[in-house]
C-alpha cells in the first residue's frame, strides 16, 4: 500500500486490489470536493472504494462533497466536525455509514440515505443540530432491517424519516 496526493486528494492505493481509500492529508480540505470514481497513478487506475477513518475530520473550510458510485463505505468519524458542510451526495453503492460519520456536521440541513445501506454506526449524526430532512430511499419494511448504532441521530432536530412508502418516526 502507498499514500499519494493526486488533484488534490489523499489515497491509500492498493496495487493487489487495484483499489483506493481516501485519507486524510496533512492540509485540510477546502470547498467543495468531487471524488472521481478512479485515479490514475504511475499508469495505474485504482477504482475508488471507501472513504477512511477521518478522511475529513474538523475540515472546517469543507462545505460540500460529492462521493462516486463505486464507494461501498463511509469510515468512522469520516466527516466528523466539519461545520460548514451543508451538502453531501451518498451513492446507492454506499452500504455502510461508519461511528461517528458526520459527528457535529451542525450546518448539514438534509441527509438522502440510499436503500443499499446495510448499516448505520453509533452516533453517526450525532450533534447534526441543522438536520431537518433525513430521507431514506427504500421502503419502511427495508428501514428496519438496517443495523442501527447507538444514539445514531441523536439529538437532531427531526424527528421523522421519509421513506418511499410513507414515514417513520425516529
Same mark, same amino acid.
Given at each position: 500500500?502507498?499514500?499519494?496526493?493526486?488533484?488534490?486528494? /489523499?489515497?491509500? =492505493?492498493?496495487?493487489?486490489?487495484?483499489? !483506493?481509500?481516501?485519507?486524510?492529508?496533512?492540509? &485540510?480540505?477546502?470547498? /467543495?470536493?468531487?471524488?472521481?470514481?478512479?485515479?490514475?497513478? /504511475?499508469?495505474?487506475?485504482?477504482?475508488?472504494?471507501?472513504?477512511?477513518?477521518? !478522511?475529513?475530520?474538523? %475540515?472546517?473550510?469543507?462545505?460540500?462533497?460529492?462521493?462516486?458510485?463505486?464507494?461501498?463505505?463511509?469510515?468512522?468519524?469520516?466527516? !466528523?466536525?466539519?461545520?460548514? =458542510?451543508?451538502?453531501?451526495?451518498?451513492?446507492?453503492?454506499?452500504?455502510?455509514?461508519?461511528?461517528?460519520?458526520?459527528?457535529? %456536521? @451542525?450546518? &448539514?440541513?438534509?441527509?438522502?440515505?440510499? /436503500?443499499?445501506?446495510?448499516?448505520?454506526?453509533?452516533?453517526?449524526?450525532?450533534?447534526? @443540530?441543522?438536520? &431537518?430532512?433525513?430521507?431514506?430511499?427504500?421502503?419502511?419494511?427495508?428501514?428496519?432491517?438496517?443495523? =442501527?448504532?447507538?444514539?445514531?441521530?441523536?439529538?437532531?432536530?427531526?424527528?421523522? &424519516?421519509?421513506?418511499?412508502?410513507? @414515514?417513520?418516526?425516529?
Amino acid at each position: 500500500m502507498k499514500e499519494k496526493i493526486i488533484n488534490g486528494i /489523499n489515497y491509500r =492505493l492498493n496495487d493487489w486490489t487495484k483499489t !483506493a481509500e481516501v485519507i486524510k492529508k496533512g492540509g &485540510l480540505y477546502e470547498g /467543495n470536493i468531487i471524488i472521481p470514481e478512479t485515479v490514475v497513478f /504511475n499508469e495505474l487506475t485504482y477504482r475508488v472504494t471507501s472513504i477512511g477513518k477521518e !478522511a475529513f475530520a474538523f %475540515c472546517y473550510p469543507l462545505t460540500s462533497i460529492t462521493i462516486p458510485d463505486s464507494v461501498k463505505s463511509i469510515g468512522w468519524k469520516a466527516f !466528523a466536525f466539519c461545520y460548514p =458542510l451543508t451538502s453531501i451526495t451518498i451513492p446507492d453503492s454506499v452500504k455502510s455509514i461508519g461511528w461517528e460519520a458526520f459527528f457535529y %456536521c @451542525d450546518s &448539514l440541513k438534509e441527509i438522502c440515505i440510499p /436503500n443499499s445501506v446495510t448499516s448505520i454506526g453509533r452516533h453517526a449524526f450525532d450533534g447534526c @443540530d441543522s438536520l &431537518l430532512s433525513i430521507t431514506y430511499q427504500g421502503t419502511i419494511a427495508q428501514w428496519k432491517k438496517i443495523k =442501527l448504532g447507538y444514539f445514531w441521530k441523536t439529538p437532531i432536530p427531526t424527528a421523522v &424519516l421519509h421513506c418511499t412508502d410513507g @414515514d417513520v418516526k425516529v
